[in-house]
């Protein structure tokens, strides 16, 4: 027969451990393979300027300035999105019975909620962000290419290969590779809100928001634990020696 508890755990750990960390590690890879993609068909001549291999080098038509702000946010969240959902898996897990102290509990309960809040809005916040920037920076024609403004690396891609397919097919792909590194902050701030959803499911268990602020909550079929303390009272044998407990209100066994 399988065990419900084992299966609710399971269930409550999945957002964690098979969505929001595979997801962050997809979201540092695409990343990665899109630098790749700009590290393959650039170079860089004196003073440092990043030239594209394939345009005419050296007559500064080819120069490209690139924005690497959009980058830099989406590998940072990816690696903090890494660590939270090491943290919501360990709390799951720390909550998935109601045993052990509040105050440790508590502190479980607070890290994984306010964890993935803070991923989810800034996931939320780099994505309204960098698509804002893709629509500020279209190009109206190819002539923007040689215009000396700096843009992000999806930008490159995208406009590259819009206006000179024919010429660099490798566009496409890097296209592709940049704009599902920026979408793929979409299911990352869902799975963080569904891992949140399952700290609360643990939380209500205790007690809900009260509890969480440091309030007694409610332990298994007792509504606190100050109640499942006084519905026990010793039970002494003859010798004096106390061997258990017995509910108030029933009479103690009979050696």
Known sequence: MHNPNGLRTVCL????????????VLAFVLERI???????????????????????????SA????????????IGIS???????????CGTWELRRIEGTPRHQRAWSWAVVLANFAITVASIAVLAWYSALQKSEAWSSVDDFSSGRTFTRETWFCQINK??????????PACGIAQAARYVLIPLALSSA??????WILIQDRGSFSWLR???????????LYEMQAQHRPVFPKNGAAVGTVPIGRPAPIH
């Open 79 to 89: 690696i903090m999105t890494l660590i939270v959902s090491g943290i919501s898996a």
């Open 34 to 60: 899109s630098q790749a993609f700009l590290a393959v068909h650039t170079s860089r001549y004196i003073y440092g300027d990043l030239y594209f291999n394939d345009w005419g080098l050296g007559d500064g």
């Open 214 to 224: 440091g309030g007694r909550g409610r332990y298994g079929g007792f509504d606190n």
């Open 194 to 199: 569904l891992c949140i959803v399952a700290a």
């Open 13 to 24: 750990i999945t957002p964690s451990l098979l969505l929001l960390m595979p997801l962050s």
């Open 163 to 172: 206006f000179r397919s024919d010429q660099d097919d490798w566009a496409a």
């Open 63 to 74: 120069r490209a300035h690139v924005n690497y702000g959009p980058t830099g946010a989406i």
